[in-house]
């Protein structure tokens, strides 16, 4: 009797936990999921205008007549192809070399922060994130001039280095929580600290490096004010520089202006869409090592 007794206590206590994690605030959670939704508005708002003639546009009602030709005309005055194409160039840049750069700080950081040296690293490019960029802007399009390097390639530079203690500060915590004993083991079998990283951690860092991706990804298409500063050239000039032009003698034309937004802003949606599954996949995985 004792042991069917105590045999039926797990069963009984499960289902007790089981009703806890149950315990929800539906209330809360329907509150939270419909103030969600208000992000669509503005969403809303943009693609209503940019089918709308310019007499029709600052009202959220639905266009009379479905200008379709306006993403033409805009793709025309901004030449987007170029400016897309110039942008794609450097985004992929920036992606790929702080990957392959900025992990491997992080991994020399994070395995040597009983150092003095390495500690100081460490704190040093985490202040950097504290210092607003317009304080050190004009420095940095002063020196880009001078070395020459105000074009693409300093651009991506800019990105590669700026980015750094961002990064830094998200690989190294991951880092740490990889057991050394890895890598003692592939050094036993004569394994170089080059090959040690790109063979070993780098492919655990996944999840991380899909998270630095994505940001890298992100700062590099959408940003203005750097390319601003540091392109010379206007056949360098990004899809945030080209677009730019709306400000100025076009600003009255909104429809055309929101109509280059919404392009400008699709193969970010597009991307995203796309890597969902595998950045989500990717941290969750990291999430039980």
């Known amino acids: 009797m004792s042991t069917a007794i105590s045999s039926t206590r797990p069963a009984h206590s499960s289902r007790v936990?089981?009703?806890?994690?149950?315990?929800?605030?539906?209330?809360?959670?329907?509150?939270?999921?419909?103030?969600?939704?208000?992000?669509?508005?503005?969403?809303?708002?943009?693609?209503?205008t940019a089918l709308k003639t310019p007499a029709e546009a600052g009202t959220f009602s639905l266009p009379t007549t479905w200008q379709w030709h306006n993403f033409a005309d805009a793709a025309a005055k901004v030449n987007y192809p170029k400016a897309a194409l110039n942008s794609a160039i450097i985004t992929v840049a920036?992606?790929?070399?702080?990957?392959?750069?900025?992990?491997?700080?992080?991994?020399?950081?994070?395995?040597?922060?009983?150092?003095?040296?390495?500690?100081?690293?460490?704190?040093?490019?985490?202040?950097?994130?504290f210092v607003p960029f317009p304080?050190?802007?004009?420095?940095?399009?002063?020196?880009?001039?001078t070395l020459h390097l105000d074009n693409q390639i300093g651009l991506i530079i800019l990105y590669m280095i700026l980015g750094l203690g961002t990064n830094l500060f998200i690989a190294t915590g991951f880092i740490r929580s990889i057991p050394?004993?890895?890598?003692?083991?592939?050094?036993?079998d004569g394994a170089s600290t080059w090959r040690i990283f790109w063979q070993i951690i780098?492919?655990?860092?996944?999840?991380?490096?899909?998270?630095i991706a994505i940001l890298t990804a992100l700062w590099a298409w959408n940003d203005f004010l750097l390319?601003?500063?540091?392109?010379?050239?206007?056949?360098?000039q990004t899809i945030p520089l080209a677009q730019y032009v709306f400000s100025s003698q076009f600003a009255t034309n909104y429809p055309?202006?929101?109509?280059s937004y919404l392009m400008a802003m699709a193969p970010v949606l597009i991307v995203y869409i796309i890597a969902q599954k595998w950045v989500i996949g990717g941290v969750m995985r990291g999430a039980v090592k």
């Open 202 to 211: 780098f492919p655990l860092m996944s999840p991380i490096n899909a998270t």
């Open 17 to 48: 936990k089981y009703r806890k994690d149950r315990n929800i605030n539906w209330w809360l959670t329907a509150a939270v999921a419909v103030l969600s939704l208000t992000v669509l508005v503005p969403l809303y708002f943009t693609i209503v």
């Open 227 to 236: 390319p601003l500063i540091v392109l010379t050239d206007q056949s360098n």
């Open 94 to 129: 920036a992606v790929v070399l702080t990957l392959l750069t900025n992990t491997f700080v992080a991994y020399a950081v994070a395995r040597n922060m009983d150092k003095r040296f390495f500690r100081f690293l460490y704190y040093f490019f985490i202040a950097a994130m």
């Open 135 to 145: 304080v050190v802007m004009l420095p940095i399009a002063k020196q880009m001039g």
């Open 256 to 259: 055309m202006a929101f109509s």
């Open 180 to 188: 050394v004993s890895l890598e003692e083991a592939a050094r036993i």
